[in-house]
């Protein structure tokens, strides 16, 4: 059984289908009580949401009884490092960040952002991927938010790491490994793979106890998110993790 401890896992809904409303109300009748929204979707970019906005979005977040469990923010990482994206790429990540702050005060949230970990090829780019990582870090260290990156290693304060399974697995690591040997882990993507591809969580390579008996004692306080990315059906595959996870959690879920 899972540890009584950990949170439920969220989903992410970057790629749900529907308007972002849409998204949410299916996310609720899969049986999901938090969310991880996809900040570079129409509707949901921070840049671009007034207060009036946000507050929309928290109203329909409380409506749906539903937590926001953080934010997704896909943007190529070598847009932090060259000249010409990186103004604009920091300030998407400054953005989302108040976006967190504010809905918090209107929501349960959990101040967490799956942001790249910047890098650019040549001296020059990678300077300047440096001073973006401690610039965002910066920000988000004063506004109280954490930012998770895959596989970061040397980053500076406010940065922390984002461990997604199938891609450890589809790298021939051990997917338990990557999270007790990881630095700070922040957030873990809960996706499962095998041979063929990816699966939902349970389906794959990935055993739920032994994984929830990890994440109990090396990453607690880690935002779980279970992400339907790469899997065919992404409604269905993320109903099937859920109960794979509730399962693991309450063997008797079922009856």
């Known amino acids: 059984m899972l540890p009584s401890s950990l949170s439920p896992p969220s989903i992410a809904l970057v790629r749900l289908p529907g308007d972002p409303r849409e998204s949410m109300e299916a996310a609720r009748r899969l049986g999901f009580r938090a969310v991880t929204l996809d900040a570079t979707r129409p509707g949901l970019r921070p840049r671009e949401m007034d207060r009036s906005a946000r507050r929309g979005l928290a109203a329909t977040l409380r409506r749906l009884e539903l937590r926001l469990a953080g934010l997704d923010l896909p943007i190529p ?59 965002a870090g910066e920000r988000a260290v004063n506004l109280g938010v954490r ?23 589809e790298a021939g690591r051990s997917p338990l490994k990557a999270i007790s040997t990881a630095r700070e882990v922040a957030m873990i993507r809960l996706t499962d793979a095998d041979h063929a591809g990816r699966r939902p969580l349970g389906a794959g390579r990935v055993d739920v106890g032994q994984l929830a008996a990890v994440i109990a004692t090396t990453a607690a306080d880690a935002c779980l998110v279970i992400d339907p990315a790469g899997l065919p059906d992404p409604l269905a595959g993320a109903s099937a993790a859920l109960q794979g996870w509730t399962d693991a959690h309450d063997p008797f879920a079922r009856s």
């Open 77 to 135: 990482p070598e847009h932090l490092a060259r000249p010409d994206t990186q103004d604009r790429a920091l300030a998407a990540l400054a953005a989302a960040c108040e976006l967190l702050v504010e809905c918090a005060a209107l929501v349960e949230t959990s101040p967490v952002i799956a942001a790249p970990e910047p890098m650019g090829e040549g001296d020059d780019e990678e300077a300047r991927a440096r001073e973006s990582a401690r610039v």
């Open 147 to 169: 930012l998770a990156a895959p596989e970061a290693q040397e980053l500076p304060p406010g940065w922390a790491t984002s461990v997604d399974l199938a891609r450890a697995i």
